[in-house]
């Protein structure tokens, strides 16, 4: 996929479990309350729900492959032009 992408963690549904963190640490962190929060290009944690990121585009494969194994399926990822989800819960 070459087309931009965005991610957001839905952190209701998240349950701490790190895979997402183990394929893209660059793109994923737990705060202190043990959930995983989405990342900005300078490393700084989005801790506001909803957040979305860039996916950087070396990190696509990591970040679909995250969204898809994610046992709380709360990663999704979506296309930044027209924000359809093309990993994740709603991703058809």
């Known amino acids: 996929m070459s087309e931009p992408l ?5 952190q209701d549904l998240c349950t701490g479990d790190g895979l997402c963190v ?5 793109v994923f962190e737990f705060d202190i309350d043990g959930l995983a929060y989405v990342k900005d290009s300078s490393g700084a944690l989005l ?4 957040a979305r ?13 995250s969204a898809e194994e994610c046992p709380g399926d709360c990663i999704h990822v979506v296309r930044a032009t027209d924000h359809v ?8």
């Open 53 to 65: 990121v860039d996916v950087p585009q070396n990190l696509r494969l990591d970040v679909i492959n």
């Open 85 to 92: 989800e093309v990993a994740g819960p709603a991703a058809n």
């Open 47 to 50: 801790a506001a729900p909803g």
């Open 6 to 10: 965005h991610v957001w963690i839905e």
């Open 22 to 26: 183990q394929y893209a640490p660059e």
